[in-house]
């Protein structure tokens, strides 16, 4: 739907209006946080009714009729007399359900409805909103992209500087672990994630005790029923009025986590980028640079980078906000919780379609990673050359002495002349090294280099196979790619 005219004309925050996937979006809208309301309010009058208090069938079809029917112009003007958000739809939902009125929201407080939702939409954002599904298509693309450049040999970089030399697919075969971390995370922060319940006003249930007549059973029983009706198979045993926000740390911290892995692999990418060795996608129409006509820019590494930062920094409202509640509760988590949990899975939500659409284009250049090699392995080749002239009956220290002069006159032409690397040519012209040279080329092999880098990728690709089955992820991969639009705007 296009937005109207006078949409333009207040702030709309990008993570929905630029970037976010519709599914998200939706999870987090009022339509969907208020008719979770509306199904909670269901809920708990139906398992009251089964308990035995005096409900009737009349009153539930009444409400489960108007269960998606939200007169939200009602429902604000409702909260501008009352000046609380709750009561507001308490009102408005029993204005279309007028022979249920007097048992909507019965025994219950605002953060039956309030809390339960906060664990309900995260829940159902990890678990079916395609958060795991995203991030199993990442993993899927990335694995066949390390598969495929297991053994391609490639500078390795520490310190940013030039090292011994591994793979392209062994590079991102350490993304994917650490995407595979991360998807145990989820799994880890869905399987803890239970229901606050029914719990009354300060955690005590002293309402719902009152309201069966202090039988203790069916208040349990009641707090199991509606715990099951909301897809949970437990809730808390003990809180205040609020769940412990301890709880949104949990989440907000595997996602934060997350955002730290995808900034490091985007991180990666533009650096590769710069030198040339891998691509992002490209569109063929895209434009790189409004100035510089020749650009490509890795504008989606960075726009994942920008969004992770983001993503890394909410967990810190949890952090603070689970730091300063007082007692039973106090209502300044509120507004805060409103901004730090929809925006944490909307952001991850988008920084993983947007790596997908990474993943499933990357592409390498093989002929400029070569000559990078090149440029840097005659150094590297130093020790290997040494050990043949000692096989071939020299000195060591000799031959280390040789080989030094020549590095430092290589590095020389390299640094202070901008020419290549020509430490071959100077071995090559220097009859000490004569008992050798039919051997350089053997020596100088880029894969003589990589050690066991192709055997680690195919290693871990088995062992993620094995360790988290895949396969039930992976068979959605197609269908949850072609209903998102991954998007190219920055």
């Not at 310190?159 to 392209?168: D, G, I, K």
């Not at 969004?307 to 509120?334: C, G, I, K, P």
Request: hydrophobic residues 40%; proline residues 3%.
């Amino acid at each position: 739907m296009e937005a109207s005219v006078d949409e333009f004309m207040k702030y709309r925050s990008p993570l929905v209006s630029r970037y976010a996937s519709k599914e998200m979006a939706y999870n987090f809208s009022d339509r969907k946080k208020f008719t979770t309301w509306r199904k909670l309010w269901i809920f708990l009058a139906k398992a009251e009714k089964d308990l035995g208090l005096p409900i009737t069938d009349a009153q539930l079809v009444e409400m489960e009729a108007h269960a998606e029917d939200i007169d939200f112009a009602r429902a604000a003007e409702e909260e501008r007399k009352l000046r609380h958000d709750v009561m507001a739809h308490v009102h408005t939902f029993a204005h279309c359900c007028p022979t249920a009125a007097p048992i909507i929201h019965l025994g219950a407080t605002s953060c039956y409805v309030g809390d339960n939702t906060s664990d309900k939409l995260p829940k159902y954002s990890i678990e079916q909103d395609c958060n795991t599904e995203l991030l199993a298509c990442v993993i899927d693309r990335l694995a066949n992209f390390a598969e495929k450049y297991a053994d391609l040999p490639t500078l390795g970089f520490t310190h940013y500087q030039p090292a011994q030399l591994t793979t392209v697919g062994k590079r991102a075969s350490l993304w994917l672990q650490d995407l595979v971390m991360d998807m145990r995370n989820l799994q880890r922060a869905r399987d803890d994630l239970r229901f606050r319940g029914v719990k009354g006003t300060t955690g005590t249930q002293a309402s719902f005790l009152q309201l069966f007549q202090g039988d203790h059973d069916k208040v349990e029983e009641l707090d199991k029923m509606v715990t099951e009706m909301a897809g949970f198979k437990k809730s808390y045993l003990v809180t205040g009025q609020t769940y412990s926000r301890k709880v949104d740390i949990d989440s907000l911290s595997v996602l934060a986590s997350l955002g730290a892995t995808v900034h490091k692999i985007c991180t990666d990418i533009r650096l590769l980028a710069n030198q040339k060795e891998i691509e992002e996608p490209f569109e063929k129409e895209q434009i790189g640079s409004s100035a510089m006509p020749y650009k490509r820019n890795p504008m989606r590494a960075e726009r994942c980078c920008s969004l992770a930062r983001h993503l890394v920094a909410l967990v810190f409202d949890a952090l603070q906000t689970a730091s300063v509640q007082w007692l039973e509760r106090t209502l300044d988590d509120s507004a805060n919780r409103r901004i730090s949990l929809p925006e944490s899975f909307l952001t991850a939500d988008i920084i993983l379609s947007t790596l997908q659409n990474i993943t499933e284009g990357l592409v390498v250049y093989p002929k400029v990673i070569e000559r990078h090699i090149r440029q840097e392995l005659p150094f590297m080749a130093t020790e290997n050359i040494i050990m043949a002239m000692v096989k071939a009956g020299g000195n060591r220290q000799e031959c280390h002495e040789k080989i030094r002069v020549l590095s430092q006159q290589a590095a020389a032409v390299v640094k202070q002349d901008g020419g290549d690397n020509d430490l071959l040519d100077r071995v090559q012209a220097d009859p000490y090294f004569t008992p050798v040279l039919n051997q350089l080329d053997a020596l100088l092999d880029p894969k003589t280099f990589t050690g066991r880098a192709p055997q680690q990728v195919i290693a871990s690709l088995c062992v993620c196979a094995r360790a988290h089955a895949w396969d039930g992820w992976i068979e959605n991969c197609n269908e949850v790619h072609s209903c998102r639009e991954t998007g190219h705007l920055n």
